[in-house]
């Protein structure tokens, strides 16, 4: 078992004030531009499709076609920008095979095959993407971290780093889909 020791603090830490809660319908909105995925069912999930800033997991059993799935979307929307393939599982050029036998290779489609977190934020924030996917979840890593690729702490530090890389705190805002391995009790699978 593991101690906390907790340090009482006599002063209030400097920092931007905290937030009051505010009446949900007195909250200002904004109008939100969504572009398509190219698959209507996937629109229709996402609300009307891809929002700017986004974060989505698309999890599920090993090999039912998550990665399959992200690729499609990722060519689609290269057609309008540039997309970020990162892939943790695959080699670049497994990632390719995949490709051309849905003939969905393309100019604007870039491939990293890393598994390194801090790599793969200087890759995303480096350049503008229209998109990022990462494959998956579970094999990229912190090597900051004792803990192997797939573990609580991994998985937690790794989609929290893409979390606020995806709402533009580390950059501009830039939609990431993730993909994650899923048990049959729908919780995410670690890596064995």
Same mark, same amino acid.
């Given at each position: 078992?593991? @101690? @906390?020791?907790?340090? @009482?603090?006599?002063?209030?830490? =400097?920092?931007?004030? =905290?937030?009051?809660?505010?009446?949900?319908?007195?909250i200002q909105t904004e109008t939100v531009s969504r572009f398509s995925s190219g698959l209507p069912e996937v629109d229709r999930v996402l609300g009307g499709g891809i929002v700017p800033g986004s974060f989505a997991l698309l999890g599920g059993d090993p090999g039912i076609g998550k990665s399959t799935l992200l690729l499609q979307i990722a =060519?689609?929307?290269?057609q309008s920008g540039p997309v970020l393939y990162v892939t943790a599982e695959e080699s670049a050029s497994q990632t390719r095979l995949r490709a051309e036998r849905l003939q969905t290779a393309g100019d604007n489609l870039f491939v990293l095959a890393e598994g390194d977190i801090n790599r793969i934020v200087q890759a995303i924030t480096a350049r503008r993407w229209r998109l990022v996917v990462v494959d998956s979840l579970q094999t990229v890593f912190n090597p900051g971290l004792e803990s192997a690729p797939g573990s609580v702490g991994q998985v937690r530090d790794v989609a929290s780093r893409l979390m606020r890389v995806a709402k533009g705190e580390e950059s501009q805002e830039c939609p990431i889909f993730l993909v994650g391995h899923v048990t049959k009790e729908g919780s995410l699978r670690p890596v064995a």
């Open positions: 078992m593991q @101690e @906390e020791i907790v340090k @009482e603090q006599s002063a209030p830490t =400097a920092g931007p004030p =905290a937030r009051e809660p505010v009446a949900l319908n007195r =060519a689609f929307t290269s």
